[in-house]
T-cell receptor, first 112, second 114 residues
Framework: GAGVSQSPSNKVTEKGKDVELRCDPISGHTALYWYRQSLGQGLEFLIYFQGNSAPDKSGLPSDRFSAERTGGSVSTLTIQRTQQEDSAVYLC??????????FGPGTRLTVT | DQQVKQNSPSLSVQEGRISILNCDYTNSMFDYFLWYKKYPAEGPTFLISISSIKDKNEDGRFTVFLNKSAKHLSLHIVPSQPGDSAVYFCAASMIYNQGGKLIFGQGTELSVKP
Protein backbone atom coordinates (compact mmCIF):
# COMPACT_ATOMS: atom_id res chain seq x y z
CA GLY A 1 0.00 0.00 0.00
CA ALA A 2 0.96 3.65 -0.31
CA GLY A 3 3.16 5.18 2.33
CA VAL A 4 3.21 8.73 3.65
CA SER A 5 3.63 11.25 0.86
CA GLN A 6 4.73 14.86 1.08
CA SER A 7 4.77 17.73 -1.37
CA PRO A 8 6.67 19.54 -2.62
CA SER A 9 9.88 17.56 -2.24
CA ASN A 10 11.90 20.76 -2.44
CA LYS A 11 10.90 24.37 -1.87
CA VAL A 12 13.06 27.46 -2.25
CA THR A 13 11.50 30.68 -1.03
CA GLU A 14 12.56 34.21 -0.30
CA LYS A 15 12.80 35.46 3.24
CA GLY A 16 9.49 36.96 4.35
CA LYS A 17 7.28 34.84 2.08
CA ASP A 18 4.72 32.32 3.32
CA VAL A 19 5.00 28.61 2.47
CA GLU A 20 2.64 25.66 2.70
CA LEU A 21 3.84 22.08 3.02
CA ARG A 22 1.49 19.17 2.46
CA CYS A 23 1.32 15.70 3.96
CA ASP A 24 -0.83 12.75 2.92
CA PRO A 25 -0.71 10.13 5.68
CA ILE A 26 -1.18 6.40 5.35
CA SER A 27 -4.86 5.62 4.91
CA GLY A 28 -6.50 4.67 8.19
CA HIS A 29 -3.79 6.13 10.40
CA THR A 30 -5.41 8.27 13.06
CA ALA A 31 -2.29 10.06 14.24
CA LEU A 32 -0.24 12.53 12.21
CA TYR A 33 2.98 14.27 13.23
CA TRP A 34 5.24 16.98 11.88
CA TYR A 35 8.95 17.06 12.65
CA ARG A 36 11.85 18.97 11.21
CA GLN A 37 15.53 18.28 10.86
CA SER A 38 17.85 21.26 10.57
CA LEU A 39 21.31 20.82 9.09
CA GLY A 40 23.47 18.74 11.42
CA GLN A 41 20.69 18.40 13.97
CA GLY A 42 18.39 15.63 15.16
CA LEU A 43 14.68 15.43 14.49
CA GLU A 44 12.64 18.04 16.32
CA PHE A 45 8.95 17.49 17.11
CA LEU A 46 6.62 20.25 15.91
CA ILE A 47 2.95 19.24 16.17
CA TYR A 48 0.78 16.14 16.64
CA PHE A 49 -2.81 15.42 15.56
CA GLN A 50 -4.78 12.49 17.02
CA GLY A 51 -8.25 11.89 15.68
CA ASN A 52 -10.62 14.69 16.64
CA SER A 53 -8.65 15.74 19.71
CA ALA A 54 -7.09 19.17 20.00
CA PRO A 55 -3.60 19.05 18.43
CA ASP A 56 -0.47 19.04 20.56
CA LYS A 57 1.29 22.20 19.35
CA SER A 58 3.98 22.20 22.02
CA GLY A 59 6.84 21.88 19.54
CA LEU A 60 6.00 24.77 17.24
CA PRO A 61 8.95 27.21 17.47
CA SER A 62 6.97 30.41 16.98
CA ASP A 63 3.53 31.75 16.12
CA ARG A 64 4.62 31.96 12.49
CA PHE A 65 4.11 28.19 12.35
CA SER A 66 0.67 26.62 12.14
CA ALA A 67 -0.81 23.37 10.90
CA GLU A 68 -4.18 21.94 10.19
CA ARG A 69 -5.54 18.55 9.38
CA THR A 70 -8.66 18.44 7.26
CA GLY A 71 -11.14 15.59 7.49
CA GLY A 72 -8.79 13.55 9.64
CA SER A 73 -6.50 12.93 6.69
CA VAL A 74 -4.37 15.45 4.76
CA SER A 75 -2.36 17.98 6.75
CA THR A 76 -0.85 21.31 5.79
CA LEU A 77 2.00 22.98 7.68
CA THR A 78 2.14 26.72 7.07
CA ILE A 79 5.10 28.93 7.83
CA GLN A 80 4.41 32.65 7.60
CA ARG A 81 7.05 35.32 6.97
CA THR A 82 9.78 32.72 6.55
CA GLN A 83 13.21 33.33 8.05
CA GLN A 84 16.53 31.78 7.11
CA GLU A 85 16.56 29.74 10.31
CA ASP A 86 13.40 27.99 9.06
CA SER A 87 15.52 26.22 6.43
CA ALA A 88 15.31 22.52 7.22
CA VAL A 89 13.83 19.22 6.08
CA TYR A 90 10.22 19.03 7.24
CA LEU A 91 9.08 15.47 7.86
CA CYS A 92 5.58 14.16 8.27
CA UNK A 93 4.74 10.84 9.92
CA UNK A 94 1.57 8.90 10.65
CA UNK A 95 0.71 5.99 12.90
CA UNK A 96 -2.07 3.81 14.19
CA UNK A 97 -2.68 4.35 17.87
CA UNK A 98 0.12 2.98 20.01
CA UNK A 99 2.23 1.79 17.11
CA UNK A 100 5.36 2.97 15.35
CA UNK A 101 5.25 6.08 13.21
CA UNK A 102 5.99 5.85 9.50
CA PHE A 103 7.67 8.80 7.87
CA GLY A 104 7.32 10.46 4.49
CA PRO A 105 10.33 11.48 2.38
CA GLY A 106 10.28 15.05 3.67
CA THR A 107 10.17 18.52 2.14
CA ARG A 108 13.49 20.33 1.95
CA LEU A 109 12.81 24.02 2.60
CA THR A 110 15.45 26.58 1.73
CA VAL A 111 14.87 30.21 2.68
CA THR A 112 17.12 32.61 0.79
CA ASP B 1 17.08 19.74 27.84
CA GLN B 2 18.00 16.69 25.77
CA GLN B 3 15.76 13.89 27.02
CA VAL B 4 17.16 11.32 24.59
CA LYS B 5 20.88 11.21 23.94
CA GLN B 6 23.08 9.34 21.53
CA ASN B 7 26.57 10.20 22.66
CA SER B 8 28.43 8.65 19.73
CA PRO B 9 28.01 10.69 16.57
CA SER B 10 29.66 7.99 14.49
CA LEU B 11 30.62 4.32 14.54
CA SER B 12 32.71 2.28 12.12
CA VAL B 13 32.44 -1.51 11.99
CA GLN B 14 33.85 -4.24 9.79
CA GLU B 15 31.42 -6.22 7.67
CA GLY B 16 30.28 -9.39 9.46
CA ARG B 17 30.97 -8.00 12.91
CA ILE B 18 28.47 -6.76 15.47
CA SER B 19 27.37 -3.10 15.50
CA ILE B 20 26.22 -1.77 18.85
CA LEU B 21 24.47 1.58 18.93
CA ASN B 22 23.70 3.15 22.28
CA CYS B 23 21.06 5.53 23.56
CA ASP B 24 20.37 7.05 26.97
CA TYR B 25 17.25 8.79 28.21
CA THR B 26 16.39 10.85 31.24
CA ASN B 27 12.60 10.70 31.52
CA SER B 28 11.37 7.64 33.42
CA MET B 29 7.87 8.23 32.01
CA PHE B 30 8.91 7.01 28.56
CA ASP B 31 7.17 3.68 27.89
CA TYR B 32 7.93 2.92 24.27
CA PHE B 33 11.25 3.08 22.45
CA LEU B 34 12.06 2.83 18.76
CA TRP B 35 15.01 2.75 16.40
CA TYR B 36 14.93 4.37 12.98
CA LYS B 37 17.41 4.22 10.13
CA LYS B 38 17.89 7.16 7.81
CA TYR B 39 19.61 7.44 4.46
CA PRO B 40 20.46 10.87 3.02
CA ALA B 41 17.53 12.62 1.29
CA GLU B 42 15.03 10.08 2.63
CA GLY B 43 12.68 10.00 5.59
CA PRO B 44 13.53 7.80 8.59
CA THR B 45 12.62 4.14 8.23
CA PHE B 46 11.24 2.27 11.23
CA LEU B 47 13.46 -0.64 12.29
CA ILE B 48 12.43 -2.07 15.62
CA SER B 49 10.70 -1.07 18.83
CA ILE B 50 10.39 -2.18 22.42
CA SER B 51 7.84 -1.58 25.12
CA SER B 52 9.00 -0.67 28.61
CA ILE B 53 7.53 -3.93 29.94
CA LYS B 54 10.18 -5.87 28.01
CA ASP B 55 13.96 -5.92 28.14
CA LYS B 56 14.68 -7.41 24.73
CA ASN B 57 13.12 -7.55 21.30
CA GLU B 58 14.62 -9.34 18.32
CA ASP B 59 13.86 -9.11 14.62
CA GLY B 60 16.24 -10.89 12.31
CA ARG B 61 19.67 -9.30 12.53
CA PHE B 62 18.39 -6.52 14.78
CA THR B 63 17.98 -6.77 18.54
CA VAL B 64 17.03 -3.96 20.89
CA PHE B 65 17.88 -4.17 24.58
CA LEU B 66 16.29 -2.01 27.24
CA ASN B 67 17.76 -1.44 30.71
CA LYS B 68 15.17 0.61 32.56
CA SER B 69 17.16 0.99 35.76
CA ALA B 70 20.03 2.52 33.79
CA LYS B 71 17.68 4.36 31.40
CA HIS B 72 19.66 2.91 28.54
CA LEU B 73 18.81 1.11 25.34
CA SER B 74 20.97 -0.34 22.64
CA LEU B 75 20.58 -1.68 19.13
CA HIS B 76 22.65 -4.66 18.09
CA ILE B 77 23.09 -5.50 14.42
CA VAL B 78 24.70 -8.83 13.71
CA PRO B 79 26.17 -9.58 11.30
CA SER B 80 26.67 -6.03 10.01
CA GLN B 81 26.41 -5.49 6.26
CA PRO B 82 27.60 -2.58 4.08
CA GLY B 83 23.94 -1.78 3.31
CA ASP B 84 23.44 -1.04 7.01
CA SER B 85 25.54 2.10 6.61
CA ALA B 86 23.20 4.96 7.53
CA VAL B 87 22.30 7.30 10.38
CA TYR B 88 20.48 5.54 13.21
CA PHE B 89 18.13 7.45 15.51
CA CYS B 90 16.69 6.21 18.75
CA ALA B 91 13.38 7.67 19.84
CA ALA B 92 11.18 7.51 22.90
CA SER B 93 7.54 8.21 23.60
CA MET B 94 4.94 8.23 26.35
CA ILE B 95 2.20 6.33 24.56
CA TYR B 96 -0.39 6.59 27.31
CA ASN B 97 0.20 10.26 28.10
CA GLN B 98 1.28 11.81 24.83
CA GLY B 99 0.36 9.31 22.16
CA GLY B 100 3.01 8.49 19.63
CA LYS B 101 4.86 11.81 19.78
CA LEU B 102 8.53 10.89 19.49
CA ILE B 103 11.53 12.47 21.16
CA PHE B 104 14.62 11.69 19.10
CA GLY B 105 18.29 11.40 19.88
CA GLN B 106 20.82 13.22 17.73
CA GLY B 107 21.67 10.16 15.67
CA THR B 108 24.71 7.93 15.18
CA GLU B 109 26.21 7.52 11.74
CA LEU B 110 27.13 3.87 11.18
CA SER B 111 29.68 2.94 8.56
CA VAL B 112 30.09 -0.74 7.76
CA LYS B 113 33.27 -1.40 5.83
CA PRO B 114 33.64 -4.37 3.48
Amino acid sequence: GAGVSQSPSNKVTEKGKDVELRCDPISGHTALYWYRQSLGQGLEFLIYFQGNSAPDKSGLPSDRFSAERTGGSVSTLTIQRTQQEDSAVYLCASSSSGRASYFGPGTRLTVT
Amino acid sequence: DQQVKQNSPSLSVQEGRISILNCDYTNSMFDYFLWYKKYPAEGPTFLISISSIKDKNEDGRFTVFLNKSAKHLSLHIVPSQPGDSAVYFCAASMIYNQGGKLIFGQGTELSVKP
